[in-house]
Structure formats: structure tokens, C-alpha cells
């Protein structure tokens, strides 16, 4: 399993996108001392589903992470994380309240993205065999070297 940290400046997008690709699963963290960090969230999620390719992006998992709960001047409330989430629509979303700096809730967050990604790559495994088996039933050939080539 891979993890990587997508550098936010807006000139460094092209380097961004290669990353996306083949994800399963987006970690959303913002700083919850920062009202223009939260409100990022929404940008990054369209970047990423924007990029990504996947079937039907309101089962993608998500993980949303607060971060930095460890400081006193904290400008975004815990209730509108959860809003935000309830607006997108899209399941799974979870959501965590971090401190990296002490590590409050971070090997929970982990788990949780760990377990978000080993599901959805098994359902798209299933999704695929699926996909096989009915292109395979479709196939109507006279010899055998016929449906190879079918196939492949």
C-alpha cells in the first residue's frame, strides 16, 4: 500500500494528476485553524474524482481528516465537516479530528483509510470478474481460435 502527500500549490497540478490514477481511496485533510482550508476540501475532491476514472464516483471512499486539534484557535467547528460530507452525497465518507503533532486519532484515521482502500479495490476486482463473465456469455464463436481472439 502506497500513501502520498499531493503538494497543494496551484502550479504543481500537472504533478498532482499522475498520482490519482489508480487510488483507492482519497484522504481530504484540512487544517481546522483555517477557515480557507476547509473550504478547499471541495476542490480537491473535484480535482481528484475529475481525474480518477471509476465507475460510479457516489461509492468512491473518501476519508475526511480535521487536523491540528491540538490548537486553541480552531475556526472550524466539528459540525461542519459532518454537513459538508451529508452535502456531498457520496458514500462511504468518514471522518476524523486529528493531532499529527500528538498522535490523537491518527492510527484510527490510518485503519480506517487502509480498510476504505482494501474494500473498494475488492469490489472492483469482483466488478471486473463480473464484467468478464458477461462479455463472456455474449461471445458466440464457431471455433475455438475464433473466441481467443474474441478474448484477447
Not at 498520482?19 to 481530504?28: I, S
Request: glycine share 2%; charged share 25%.
Amino acid at each position: 500500500m502506497q500513501f502520498w502527500d499531493m503538494p497543494g500549490l496551484p502550479s504543481l497540478r500537472s504533478r498532482r494528476i499522475p498520482y490519482y490514477r489508480g487510488a483507492d481511496c482519497c484522504v481530504l485533510v484540512y487544517d481546522v485553524t483555517s477557515l480557507e482550508s476547509f473550504e478547499s476540501l471541495d476542490g480537491w475532491r473535484n480535482e481528484f474524482l475529475a481525474e480518477i476514472s471509476i465507475r460510479d464516483e457516489h461509492y468512491y471512499p473518501f476519508v475526511v481528516i480535521g487536523n491540528k486539534i491540538d490548537l486553541d484557535n480552531r475556526t472550524v467547528d466539528q459540525e461542519r465537516p459532518r454537513l459538508w460530507i451529508r452535502d456531498t452525497n457520496v458514500m462511504p465518507y468518514s471522518y476524523f479530528e486529528t493531532s499529527a503533532k500528538y498522535s490523537i486519532n491518527v492510527k484510527k484515521a490510518f485503519q480506517k483509510i487502509v480498510n476504505n482502500a482494501l474494500n473498494y479495490n475488492k469490489q472492483k476486482i469482483l466488478d471486473d470478474i463480473e464484467v468478464l463473465n458477461e462479455h463472456k456469455s455474449q461471445l458466440r464463436c464457431c471455433s475455438p481460435f475464433s473466441c481467443m481472439h474474441s478474448i484477447f
